[in-house]
Structure formats: structure tokens, C-alpha cells
């Protein structure tokens, strides 16, 4: 528990001494809301967006991030969070999640009519496990920016679908790289910044999360009114 001692702002986000303190430890809150905001950046490029489509890849992209967290804290990993769940609790939660999310993608395949929706998800899932797991060099931060990179695509592609018009590959692209870029990071500054010794990294690491999170939020505001 001394790493977690000695991050700095992220232990105001730590309550892991009951059931509801470790679920929402597990949140890991500034990740989940890094990762949604990129469901968000996905639909810049378009001129409207299908709420209920958007609705859906929010609730996929949490649902995923959420079971990976579970994964992450088992015994098998060295329990990093230190929650109060049993490895047979952590991985039967991380299961429902993924299920649930694999039932979203099988909704979403018949109402765009594509079954982009539920290989997404898929995906999703080999990613997180192999992610929380921390398999063979899997837990890194250029995968995890890899996994990154694939939300706004992803997003962005069933905006398409749904509005059944055609994926621009130079958009998608563009999306990719900045997922990744924003991931790569978001994700090196905790890594590498975990101590006091890094107080300003870490105060550098808040402001980005604001940026993007104040970015994200113009967003849906302005998709609100218009």
C-alpha cells in the first residue's frame, strides 16, 4: 500500500475499507472519465450525432474500462488497490460486466444492422483481460494507448454506421492518433510520476485531465443545444 500512499491527488480517489469504498475505488474515476471523454472526442467530426448511439458506446466503454479494473486487483497482479473483494469476486464482477457489454454489442448489431458493434466489444474484452492481467508485456502504456486509440474510432464508425453514411479513413485516422497520443500521455505521466518526488508531473497530469474533461463536456453542452 506505499505506492498508493504516495500518489498524490489520486488518494482522495482510494475508499477501499467496505464493499461500496472498493467499488468505487475501482471506478478509478479520472481514468474512466479520460477514457469516456474519448466516446465523446469520436463525434467531433460529424455534424449531428445519434444520442442513443452515443448513449450506448458511453455505457460499453465504462462497462469494459470497469471489469478491467476488477482483473487488475487480483492477488494474481500483486492486488495493487488492496479491496476488500476475493479473486473469485474480482474476476465473477469483471465477468458480468463483459457479459453485459457483449449484450449491448449484440443490441447495437441489430439496431445499425452491422455487426462492427459487437467485434468492437469483443476486441474490447481480449484487450482488458490481456490489460489486467498484465500478460507477457501487455501492461504497458503503448498498448494501453493502443487500446486508447480505438475509442474514438470506434465511436466515430458507429456514428457513421447509424447515419448510414460512409467511414472517412483520414478522419478515422486522425481519431486514432490522437486516442493514442492523448493515451500514451495520459497514461506515461502516471507511470512514471508516481511519488512525491514528481509533484509538479503530477500537477501536470491534473491540468491534462482538466483539459480534456472541460473539452469533453463543450461538447455534449453544445450537442444539448443544437
Known sequence: MR??????????FVHNKSIHGSLFTLIHLPFMMAFLSLVVIGIIPLQAADNTVLVLSLVVVFLLLYGEHFIDDMFRVGKPWGTVFSDRTLISIAMILFLIAGAIGIYADALLDSALPYLAVLTGVVFCVLYGLEIWKFHTVGFGALGMSAIPMASYTAQVIAAGGSVNLVTAALLGIFGFTYGYVMLALYEETKTFKYKIMWKLLGVHFMMIYGLAGILIFLRSII
Open 3 to 12: 505506492e498508493l500512499e504516495e500518489l498524490e491527488w489520486y488518494r482522495y
